[in-house]
């Protein structure tokens, strides 16, 4: 679950029963969306979520806005996730845990990709990005001082990495298979040969 407290436009900070709903409705659509595809429903997302149909549009007016907003959790939730593997993970394999687990959920987030693509959804994730890039900074410094990484490995060659095996995951819905042998081939090159 995302950190990210939403305030409306009004500037009232939102009810904790209303953030529960919220987070909730975000879980459900991702999963309904995820298995359903573009004709899943937002009567279904209410319903595994436990909240009426009302509650789903109070907080996401548009089938777009939902969707959005699983894209923009998604990335906050992977910041939280690499700033933790930064503080508590071991060097040594929390980078390559990481670059395993984005490529893993791009290849699971197709179908909510493919109705954001549909649907002509222009997100804001300039932000997320850059705090991504950041955390991913921080996590293959680490990784680099305690020699599992190449000391000639930059973040620009790790970001355009991550970026074109997670597309290629999303896009093509590789297989488990696939992707570990995509990585392996990936790593290879990353891998510090001390």
Request: aromatic share 4%; hydrophobic share 50%; net charge positive.
């Amino acid at each position: 679950m995302s950190a990210h407290k939403p305030v409306p436009a009004s500037g009232k900070p939102v009810r904790a029963d209303a953030q529960r709903n919220r987070a909730r409705i975000l879980a459900a659509a991702e999963a309904v969306f995820a298995e359903g595809g573009p004709s899943a429903s937002t009567e279904e997302v209410a319903r595994r979520a436990g909240v009426a149909i009302g509650t789903v549009f109070r907080h996401f007016p548009t089938k777009k806005d939902l969707l959005a907003a699983i894209v923009k959790e998604l990335m906050e939730r992977l910041t939280a996730e690499v700033n933790s593997l930064v503080e508590v993970g071991d060097p040594a394999t929390a980078f390559f845990e990481f670059f395993t687990r984005v490529v893993e959920q791009a290849a699971a987030k197709k179908s909510v990709v493919d109705l954001l693509a549909q649907a002509g959804v222009d997100l804001d994730v300039a932000k997320p990005v850059n705090a991504l890039r950041q955390a991913i900074g921080a996590l293959l410094a680490g990784a680099q001082r305690a020699g599992a990484v190449r000391d000639d490995v930059q973040l620009a060659e790790v970001m355009a990495l991550l970026t074109a095996t997670s597309q290629a995951a999303l896009r093509s819905g590789w297989s488990r298979k696939l992707q570990h042998r995509a990585l392996a081939v990936i790593y290879a090159g990353l891998r510090s040969a001390k």
